[in-house]
């Protein structure tokens, strides 16, 4: 990967890495204030990487649900993600390497940003998605091992800590479908001319 395209992926990702370092916190105080250690947080953010999976799977694990029905609940919760790995499949197959990867680092707001953006030429694809996912996954892990180590030195009161997520997938839809609407005016204009 040159240097160009981790600085493209990084000025892509700025976004993202506001949102997960917020979202990211909330997640590791919520973990540590359900009795789990720090690290944990880490742990589960570099193994599953799927914010809303992590929250939905605190409150499982505190009520000693059994294992089956945690892997059931968390495949329920991200079906979408098939979906999502759709329209990305012709891309996906342009990017040796990084698709075994790219496949597992599809979150909402990566897949936002992937198929929004553009790859520059000079730029393989394989190597700027896989940037973008994994700065994206950084700044995840980053959130929410900050937030757990937060949460276990200081006592902190958690209400409404845990709709965090839905709101930053609330304003990248908003900031996505905005940048939709104006690519399709400048193209509506372009007809027009």
């Known amino acids: 990967?040159?240097?160009?395209?981790?600085?493209?992926?990084?000025?892509?990702?700025?976004?993202?890495?506001?949102?997960?370092?917020?979202?990211?916190?909330?997640?590791?105080?919520?973990?540590?204030?359900?009795?789990?250690?720090?690290?944990?947080?880490?742990?589960m953010s570099v193994i599953i990487f799927a914010g809303a999976a992590q929250f939905a799977a605190v409150p499982l694990f505190v009520a000693g649900t059994p294992i089956y029905l945690i892997l059931l609940t968390e495949l329920l919760l991200n079906i979408r993600h098939i979906v999502y790995g759709l329209p990305l499949i012709s891309q996906f197959k342009k990017c040796g390497k990084w698709r075994p990867y790219l496949i597992f680092a599809l979150s909402d707001e990566t897949f936002s940003l992937l198929s929004t953006t553009d790859v520059p030429e000079d730029v393989p694809i394989g190597s700027f998605f896989g940037a973008i996912a994994a700065l994206d996954q950084f700044y995840w892990v980053l959130g929410t091992t900050i937030g757990a180590l937060i949460g276990a030195m200081i006592p902190?009161?958690?209400?409404?800590?845990?709709?965090?997520?839905?709101?930053?997938?609330?304003?990248?839809?908003?900031?996505q479908f905005s940048k939709f609407l104006k690519k399709n005016n400048k193209e509506t204009e372009n007809d027009c001319n």
């Open 156 to 175: 902190f009161d958690m209400t409404g800590v845990d709709f965090s997520l839905t709101a930053l997938f609330a304003v990248l839809t908003i900031d």
């Open 1 to 43: 990967m040159t240097k160009r395209c981790f600085t493209l992926a990084l000025k892509k990702t700025i976004p993202v890495f506001l949102g997960y370092i917020t979202c990211g916190i909330a997640f590791g105080l919520v973990l540590v204030n359900a009795g789990y250690p720090w690290w944990f947080a880490t742990a």
